[in-house]
């Protein structure tokens, strides 16, 4: 198990860009890594994972192209650049993580094993 923790929210105007990092307690080499996002009376969605081989990335249709996930497993951190943000990404974003998963599958699994607290994105129109 690791703990997350995420930083880097904020507000910015739209077209703008922030970059979200999330910090793991230990070694995440053998995990997949991903982020997710809750607005406000929706539902929790996903947004951008990398597998725990981390060939390659899987993004939300509503962020390709705009947002881009890495990570450094040498310093356990996950990052997301978000570019060109409308204020439909406005959301509490989450840092999750689960061992041994494809990028794909945990866009669509329930009972990831770790999850962050959440940062506040707030993109103003």
């Known amino acids: 198990q690791v703990q997350l923790v995420e930083s880097g929210g904020g507000l910015v105007q739209a077209g703008g860009s922030l970059r979200l990092s999330c910090a793991a307690s230990?070694?995440?080499?053998?995990?997949?890594m991903g982020w997710f996002r809750q607005a406000p009376g929706k539902e929790r969605e996903f947004v951008a994972a990398?597998?725990?081989?981390?060939?390659?990335?899987y993004y939300a249709d509503s962020v390709k192209g705009r947002f881009t996930i890495s990570r450094d497993d040498a310093k356990s951190m996950v990052y997301l650049q978000m570019n060109s943000l409308k204020p439909e990404d406005t959301a509490v974003y989450y840092c999750?993580?689960?061992?041994?998963?494809?990028?794909?599958?945990?866009?669509?699994?329930?009972?990831?094993?770790?999850w962050g607290q959440g940062t506040q994105v707030t993109v103003s129109s």
């Open positions: 999750a993580a689960h061992e041994f998963l494809t990028a794909r599958t945990m866009s669509t699994l329930t009972t990831i094993q770790n």
């Open positions: 230990g070694r995440t080499f053998s995990y997949a």
């Open positions: 990398l597998g725990w081989t981390s060939i390659s990335p």
